[in-house]
């Protein structure tokens, strides 16, 4: 079995602060984890994964997040935020192998104050 | 490279009316795809999944139904709506497996029944 535990529906930030969006997971067997982001009426789009290489993960738009297994965290952050990255993140994990089902988090809303 | 479609991206239909939502993909083969829907707060709830054609694995109760008549083509639909089923439906195909595992959206339906 597995989940994902997105802490905070709603984040702000002032621009040019930092982004900090948490995500914990359980999973019974080794995960592969990602984080997606999801503008107004829009689908999601992949922003990076997790699949067992190197645990600092470097993602599109300058974010990244840090595996840490014995946190079962998988957060996501970004040194500077921008008006532009006003959304709402996804965080997902799957079994490695990667071939059973995605289950998301809760999702989590950022706002970006200028 | 591989695309993902849907259509319409937008619906507005009354209680009891019929529903159909078509995704395609195009650039792979033999994808596994998803119907997936938001509702207001409620994040991602998987509908139903498909590995091959003919093949629907139904993960929710409810008065939804799902097809997959060609290899990368996937309909979702409905006899008679009902004001719960209003949301925003996202279609998603990923690889097989020994790939990562990450799934890739179309770009979103959004339903409104009245």
């Known amino acids: 079995a597995q989940s994902v535990t997105q802490l905070g529906s709603h984040v702000s930030v002032s621009e040019g602060a930092l982004v900090l969006l948490r995500c914990n997971y359980s999973?019974?067997?080794?995960?592969?984890l990602f984080w997606y982001v999801q503008y107004p009426n829009q689908g999601l789009q992949l922003l990076l994964k997790?699949?067992?290489?190197?645990?600092l993960v470097k993602g599109i738009n300058g974010f990244e997040a840090e595996f840490k297994k014995s946190e079962t965290s998988f957060h996501l952050t970004k040194p500077s935020a921008h008006m532009r990255d006003a959304a709402e993140y996804f965080c997902?994990?799957?079994?490695?192998?990667?071939?059973?089902?995605?289950?998301f988090g809760t999702g989590t809303k950022l706002q970006v104050i200028p | 490279s591989q695309t993902i479609h849907q259509w319409p991206a937008t619906l507005v239909q009354p209680v009891g009316s019929p529903l159909s939502l078509e995704c395609t993909v195009e650039g792979t083969s033999n994808p596994n795809l998803y119907w997936y829907r938001q509702a207001a707060g409620r994040g991602l709830q998987l509908l139903f999944y498909?590995?091959?054609?003919?093949?629907i694995s139904s993960e929710v109760p409810q008065n939804l139904s799902a097809s997959r008549p060609q290899d990368r083509q996937f309909i979702l639909s409905s006899k008679k709506l009902l004001l719960s089923d209003s949301g925003f439906y996202l279609c998603?195909?990923?690889?097989?497996?020994?790939?990562?595992?990450?799934?890739?959206f179309g770009e979103g339906s959004r339903l409104t029944v009245l």
């Open positions: 998603a195909w990923r690889r097989l497996a020994g790939e990562t595992g990450e799934l890739f």
């Open positions: 999973s019974s067997v080794p995960p592969y």
């Open positions: 997902a994990v799957t079994p490695f192998g990667g071939y059973q089902k995605v289950t």
């Open positions: 997790y699949t067992s290489a190197a645990t």
């Open positions: 498909s590995v091959g054609i003919g093949q």
